[in-house]
């Protein structure tokens, strides 16, 4: 597929030098930041080339929201594209030969998104305007002169993969998807149709599909984990990851011809994505390294690494190439760091930086390193994790802590940059982001420990990641809660609920409560996974109901004892807005503390600025009066009366 380069933006996250008092330095001052300071950093994504390489079409919520912006190549203002204050807006590419630009959105976090083209003349049309279908851009072809898009406006379960005329805006179908695959990349000659099937959440059986013989040559012989990766521009061989007989995925080639096949890259961690750019002289590798992205550019000529800018404590997250290779933009950050997106000329070495998207009136020494530590679990498995140390902590001025859970269940957090996660570290709160048993990047093994145990084995890792902040000196035991999104939010709801003892405190971000119901509710379009995650979690029409209620807080809201905070938006298609309205209500009954925050313009996520600041603050807020036990409520009022729901 040409100029489809793998991108992988991993979707899931310093000790300051104090001196002891002989030393006659005193530590210095840490400014506490308003999360409207923390919420003016801009978050920059995409980056596709003009034709003439003088203008990168980014995404930007700059505005509040996301809309789609230009800027330079070698640095100068942003232009702003759309000018939405309601839907968000993102950037997929330029047209290969004009400036005509290609950009998607949904209905405010529906996931219903659909592809428009900016014209020339200014005007936005929908060219994928079946209502309630899906579009996703694939790529464009050879000859410029068509995209490739899935759609599910045939079956809304499947899939199918359509070509569509730059001119006239005109499709067709390439491939009709009748037995569940998922598209996962096609050959410049359109010869070749790259297709996986789920088998489970672990593993996936990769098959190539021949338009011309209309054969399908299933690529793994065992049962693995297999992605495609990209097609070489010769249309001979295709690029896989698989981890077959290994622990982590690695590259490999398969002649399409001789059906032989190669190992490529093998590292002593996931290589997670590889694409060559569009005349196929480099080939780009990201390798999912501890938790932290890892990026080597090949030179296919000699397989080797070429030379890329170092940019001192910081990593380089992302890349991509323009159509005629001459220029990459890079996006660079880490977690104590905001991504900055900067271009880089291969020719000339030329480098610019194009974005400051860290706030001015932050400055970046306050803000925390993560270090990644690994603590043993009660049956001694080695649990690693993400850990923010606040400047100001110490043995004499210990802090609270919050226990943070990713989402997923599969998911991992990682050394990236979060505002929420910076703003409570600003603000005195430790945070362990715990990547519990289940979690992905640490082999095959761990990632299916926790099936058919969710809320068990891997609640007792949150459990444990509590009992290792607890023995730090910096941390105060007695003020350590538990907080997470989808199912950290489910996992938030598990731990008061299965182990209300624990922790002190739950702040639950659209969490599930009742996974008979999110199971039996999972979108249409999810179908192609929901064997999978049957398998996994339990099967909701089978004998597996009776555990899936079992851990089920929804069904056990009698034994929360500690005040909690939950988070919801009401345009979330993946944990419905009753599990949170029904979840609130049963705490309730038991006289517990709980603050309900509804949006009603939000889906699975928060996206808009305005209701990020609104989430973050009321999250600080409600953690300072029932964790710091600041605001504590005067005598004769109660805490239930001081807290009330709210909706947006």
């Not at 899935?150 to 899939?159: D, I, Q, V, W, Y």
């Not at 925390?368 to 606040?390: C, H, M, N, Q, W």
């Not at 991992?412 to 929420?420: A, D, E, G, H, P």
Request: net charge negative; aromatic share 12%.
């Amino acid at each position: 597929m040409k100029k489809s380069l793998v991108l992988l933006c991993v979707s899931t996250i310093l000790f300051s030098c104090k001196e002891d008092k002989d030393t006659t330095v005193a530590q210095r001052d840490i400014e506490n930041y308003t999360i409207e300071q923390f919420m003016d950093n801009e978050a920059i994504s995409g980056g596709s080339f003009s034709h003439d390489n003088s203008t990168l079409l980014i995404s930007s919520n700059r505005s509040g929201i996301y809309n789609v912006y230009t800027i330079p190549t070698k640095g100068g203002e942003m232009t702003p594209i759309t000018a939405s204050d309601s839907t968000s807006y993102f950037a997929n590419a330029y047209f290969p030969d004009d400036n005509r630009m290609l950009i998607s959105a949904d209905g405010n976090g529906d996931e219903i998104s659909h592809l428009y083209v900016r014209e020339l003349d200014g005007t936005i049309t929908d060219i994928t305007p079946i209502e309630g279908a899906k579009a996703d851009f694939y790529g464009w072809s050879k000859d410029d002169k068509y995209l490739y898009y899935g759609s599910n406006k045939r079956n809304p379960k499947f899939f199918d993969v359509y070509k569509m005329s730059i001119d006239g805006y005109t499709s067709e179908m390439l491939y009709q998807n009748n037995d569940g695959m998922n598209f996962s990349g096609i050959s410049e000659d359109e010869n070749y149709f790259a297709l996986s099937k789920t088998v489970n959440t672990n593993d996936s059986d990769l098959f190539i599909y021949n338009a011309t013989t209309k054969e399908t040559t299933k690529i793994n012989e065992t049962l693995s984990s297999n992605s495609a990766q990209d097609f070489s521009k010769d249309n001979n061989t295709f690029y896989y990851t698989t981890d077959e007989g290994s622990e982590f995925s690695y590259l490999m080639s398969y002649n399409l011809d001789t059906k032989e096949k190669k190992k490529v890259v093998e590292k002593s961690w996931d290589v997670v994505g590889s694409g060559f750019t569009s005349d196929g002289n480099y080939m780009v590798v990201y390798v999912n390294e501890d938790g932290k992205n890892a990026i080597e550019v090949l030179d296919t000529k000699t397989m080797k690494p070429i030379e890329l800018p170092n940019f001192e404590g910081k990593s380089i997250t992302s890349v991509r190439f323009s159509d005629d290779e001459k220029w990459m933009r890079m996006y660079v950050g880490g977690s104590n760091s905001p991504s900055d997106l900067y271009s880089y000329n291969l020719e000339t070495k030329e480098q610019h930086k194009l974005t400051n998207v860290l706030n001015d009136a932050i400055n970046p020494e306050d803000l925390v390193t993560a270090k990644v530590i690994r603590y043993k679990s009660f049956d001694g498995t080695e649990i690693p994790a993400i850990y923010y140390l606040p400047h100001q902590a110490s043995a004499e001025n210990k802090v609270p802590a919050m226990v943070w859970v990713h989402g997923g269940p599969g998911g991992q957090t990682r050394q990236n940059f979060s505002s929420l996660m910076q703003y409570m570290v600003n603000h005195g709160y430790a945070v362990l982001a715990v990547n519990n048993r289940g979690s992905s990047g640490y082999g095959k093994t761990f990632f299916q420990m926790d099936n058919k145990n969710h809320g068990e084995k891997d609640l007792q890792d949150c459990v444990e990641g509590k009992n290792w902040l607890a023995s730090q000196p910096q941390i105060d035991g007695d003020k350590i809660g538990i907080i997470g999104g989808s199912y950290g939010g489910y996992m938030t709801m598990a731990a008061l609920t299965y182990a209300p003892e624990e922790f002190d405190v739950g702040v639950n971000l659209f969490g599930v409560t009742n996974w008979m119901r999110t199971l039996k509710s999972i979108p249409p379009y999810w179908e192609s996974f929901r064997e999978a995650l049957y398998d996994e979690l339990g099967d909701p029409f089978s004998a597996d109901s009776v555990r899936l209620k079992r851990i089920s807080p929804l069904f056990h809201t009698d034994k929360v004892t500690k005040p909690l905070i939950v988070l919801q938006g009401a345009k979330d298609p993946r944990v419905l807005q009753v599990e949170s309205d029904e979840i609130v209500a049963g705490v309730r009954q038991n006289g517990v503390p709980v603050e309900y925050v509804l949006f009603d313009d939000e889906g699975h996520g928060f996206i808009k600025k305005e209701n990020q600041i609104e989430a973050y603050s009321r999250i600080l807020k409600f953690l300072d009066t029932h964790l710091k036990n600041e605001n504590a409520p005067i005598d004769g009022e109660t805490s239930s009366e001081m807290i009330e729901s709210e909706t947006k």
